[in-house]
């Protein structure tokens, strides 16, 4: 997975990944800097971004 896929795929479920400066993914819900989750491998920023999306959509409904 490219780091482009990796953040259309993200931001497909309604999370933002960025890469820090320090070369770490950053996944979170918009404007929410505490749920951030900081992890240096893509599949887990993917994988965590899909719970946090399951989390999100089982709170609302």
Sequence with gaps: MTQQQLFDAVRALGLVCRRTDWGDYRVAYPGDEASAYY???????????????????????
């Design 39 to 61: 992890t240096d491998d893509r599949e887990d920023a993917l994988f965590t971004a899909r719970h946090m999306a399951g989390v999100r959509d089982e709170f609302f409904r």
